[in-house]
C-alpha cells in the first residue's frame, strides 16, 4: 500500500491552492500516478490433449494488489462544459495472482502440476470524454484497450507459458483542480481480457487451454499540467 499512501501525502500537501476561474483547467499535457486497490482474476480452462477434450480442470486464481499507474494525457475543451482527452499509461509491477492446482473429474492431481499465475507488462490507451462540472472539477468517463501478459509458471520448474493478453476496460472518475499545475483525482474501472489459448509444451503431456482475466480497480492520483 505505500504507493497510494506517497499518492495521497501528494495530494494533501497541494491542496492550499484557490479557486481558479479560467475555464481551460483541464486543457493541454499532463503526467499522472495513480494507486489504490485493484482485484485480479485469473483462470486456466478449456485444456484438450491431441487436440481432444479432458476431464482436467484448474482451479481459478484471484488477488488484491495494489497498481502503480503512470500516464500522460492530452485533454482539449470541445466546448464549454464537454472535454475529450486520450491518456496513454502502464503498471510497471509483477503482480502475483496466486497457484492454480489440477483436477481431473475433480480429484487433485497433486502439487507437482500445480502452476503460479503472474500478470505484467500492464498498458493501456484510454479515450476520457469528460464533463466540466465548474471551473476546479471535472466528471468523467474513460473508454480504454489493454493489454498485459499473463505467466503460467509450473510448480516443478519447467519454463513458463507466456501469453499477450489484449481486453478493455470501462471507467468512471471525478478529477479537482488544486493549483494551476496539479490535479487530484479518483476513478474506479471494470477491465476485462478476450480469452487466449496456448500450448503448454513444458510439461509431461503437452496440452492446451484457455487463459481468461478480469478484474476491478479503485484508484486515487494526482497529475502535473505542463
Known amino acids: 500500500m505505500k504507493h497510494l499512501y506517497i499518492v495521497a501525502a501528494v495530494a494533501a500537501s497541494l491542496t492550499s491552492g484557490a479557486a481558479f476561474a479560467d475555464t481551460s483547467n483541464f486543457d493541454g499535457f499532463s503526467i499522472q500516478v495513480s494507486s489504490g486497490i485493484e482485484q485480479s482474476k485469473a483462470g486456466l480452462h478449456n485444456i484438450y490433449l491431441n487436440g481432444a477434450p479432458t476431464q482436467y480442470t484448474r482451479s481459478d486464481v484471484s488477488s488484491n494488489n495494489t497498481p502503480l499507474n503512470i500516464g500522460i494525457d492530452y485533454t482539449t475543451s470541445l466546448n464549454d462544459k464537454f472535454t475529450l482527452g486520450v491518456l496513454a499509461e502502464m503498471n510497471p509491477l509483477n503482480t502475483k495472482l496466486g497457484t492454480s492446482s489440477q483436477y481431473l473429474a475433480g480429484v487433485p492431481s497433486g502439487s507437482f502440476v500445480d502452476d503460479t499465475i503472474k500478470v505484467h507488462g500492464q498498458w493501456g490507451i484510454s479515450l476520457v470524454p469528460g464533463y ?87 484508484l486515487f492520483g494526482i497529475s502535473y499540467k505542463f
Open 132 to 218: 466540466k462540472i465548474n471551473n476546479e472539477s471535472l466528471g468523467y468517463l474513460k473508454f480504454s484497450y489493454l493489454s498485459a501478459k499473463i505467466d503460467q509458471t509450473p510448480i516443478n520448474g519447467t519454463a513458463a507459458t507466456l501469453r499477450n493478453m489484449n481486453g478493455y476496460g470501462i471507467g468512471v472518475g471525478y478529477k479537482h483542480t488544486l493549483s494551476q499545475k496539479w490535479q487530484a483525482f479518483a476513478e474506479t474501472n471494470y477491465k476485462k481480457y478476450t480469452d487466449k489459448t496456448a500450448l503448454v509444451a513444458n510439461s509431461l503431456l503437452p496440452y492446451t487451454n484457455s487463459a481468461v482475466l478480469n478484474g476491478y480497480n479503485i
